[in-house]
């Protein structure tokens, strides 16, 4: 036999002399392995692994296809997109999580109409599928069949919308200063949703949210409680659950509670007129809140026996006040939760000054007089301004002989003087 081949040796010898099994990388430089003292790796494994890189070896990364993960929310739309550099005269195939072929360059191989060609060159092969299930989930193989067969991988995640949540441990009557405990449940979001609470515009610290998995379709049912306080101001309050998912996109999807809360009556009294004098009529109004509304209203006088009345009318009435009407009052509201008093001091003032009635009929009368004074007026400037622009005018007219007089009916004869000499002459004024 001749002499061993001297490169298998060098390489060998390299492969123990490296610090800690140390080999050439594809790039062409040393990379250390985790090598136990004493163990070689086979022979042909250090010869491809410490090669250098040759131009067969970068085509053949040029003839590697590339995808990327991709999320969808389901019933969206999904597409898949794998591309290659160099396709070496081969076909793009994306095949589903079954391994079954979906399309082969622009030939569709399964019959699912959810899924259609987007787009198919020598380079790229993108398909979409419309109606995503959560059954769609998985990884997707794109593969070109070179020599050796090459793939890359997509993992499509689809994420399961949550169902409207439900609040349940509600129970009437509420009563102030109670405590109650409120539950909240959504199923059907994958990954499992959050729970948050809030009472009005105030966030409410529940519990962790719990989650448990349905191992029919992978989703997850969420719940969740919270326990707090309530007063008289939460008395119409809405008590709401939201879930928070990132399947919702930023969308409201919660549940609202109203609750009720009963507590005892409060009440004030109000004057009406609110500064009452002597002989005037007051009312005195006992304005009475709570839940229930109060029924009953108790009027009495302090240091008076026995109490004024008892009367479902919050008012109460004075026809004609009197100085000795002055004094404090008590109104008591009476609901089946307990009973509030109020006190109002009344002062009787003395009485104002009133005009008496003959005295308004003759400013009445005054006022009326006056105003057709200023109208005669007006009528006689007007008359004067008349007369002034149409001032009599004398006419002087010589008459010849008898005939020459005007006629009566148009005329006024001033005669002035007898008759002189030749012609008379005679004046008219119209």
């Excluded at 086979?42 to 053949?60: F, K, Q, T, Y």
């Excluded at 439900?166 to 499992?192: D, F, M, W």
Aim: charged share 20%.
């Amino acid at each position: 036999m001749g002499a061993p081949s001297a490169l298998p040796l060098l390489l060998l010898f390299a492969c123990c002399w490296a610090p800690g099994g140390a080999n050439l990388s594809q790039d062409g430089y040393w990379q250390e392995q985790d090598l136990e003292l004493g163990t070689l790796a086979p022979l042909d494994e250090v010869i491809s692994s410490s090669m250098w890189s040759s131009p067969d070896m970068l085509a053949s990364q040029d003839s590697q296809p590339w995808t990327s993960d991709e999320t969808v929310v389901a019933g969206g739309t999904v597409k898949l997109q794998c591309q290659v550099k160099d396709h070496e005269d081969s076909s793009l195939q994306w095949s589903n999580p079954a391994q079954q072929t979906l399309y082969f360059g622009e030939k569709r191989a399964l019959r699912d109409n959810r899924i259609q060609l987007v787009r198919s060159t020598p380079h790229e092969l993108t398909i979409s599928i419309s109606n995503v299930a959560l059954a769609d989930e998985g990884e997707y193989t794109c593969s070109i069949f070179t020599m050796p067969v090459r793939t890359a991988k997509s993992l499509v995640t689809v994420l399961g919308i949550p169902q409207k949540p439900t609040i349940s441990g509600y129970k009437l009557p509420l009563r102030e200063n109670e405590h109650t405990t409120l539950h909240c449940q959504s199923s059907g979001s994958k990954p499992a949703a959050k729970l948050s609470w809030r009472k009005g515009d105030q966030e409410l610290q529940g519990e962790q949210t719990r989650a448990q998995e349905d191992p029919s379709d992978k989703t997850f049912t969420v719940s969740s409680s919270v326990t707090f306080q309530v007063t008289r101001e939460d008395d119409g309050v809405n008590i709401v659950c939201s879930v928070n998912h990132e399947s919702l996109q930023g969308a409201d999807r919660s549940a609202t509670q109203r609750i009720e809360v009963l507590y005892k009556p409060t009440a004030m009294i109000r004057p009406d007129p609110p500064h009452p004098r002597e002989g005037q009529k007051l009312l005195l109004h006992c304005e009475g809140h709570g839940n229930p509304v109060p029924k009953e209203y108790l009027w009495e006088k302090v240091s008076s026996e026995p109490p004024l009345k008892i009367t479902q009318e919050r008012a109460l009435i004075f026809p004609f006040l009197n100085k000795s009407d002055s004094g404090i009052y008590g109104c008591t509201a009476s609901s089946n939760m307990g009973t509030h008093k109020a006190f109002y001091t009344l002062n009787v003032n003395d009485p104002s000054p009133v005009p008496s009635s003959s005295s308004t009929y003759h400013a009445i009368i005054g006022g009326i007089v006056a105003f057709i004074v200023f109208l005669l007026l007006i009528l006689l400037i007007f008359l004067g301004h008349y007369l002034i622009r149409h001032k009599g005018t004398y006419l002087t007219h010589e008459a010849k002989g008898s005939d020459d007089a005007p006629d009566a009916d148009t005329a006024i004869i001033n005669a002035e003087g007898g008759q002189s000499g030749g012609d008379d002459k005679k004046e008219y004024f119209i």
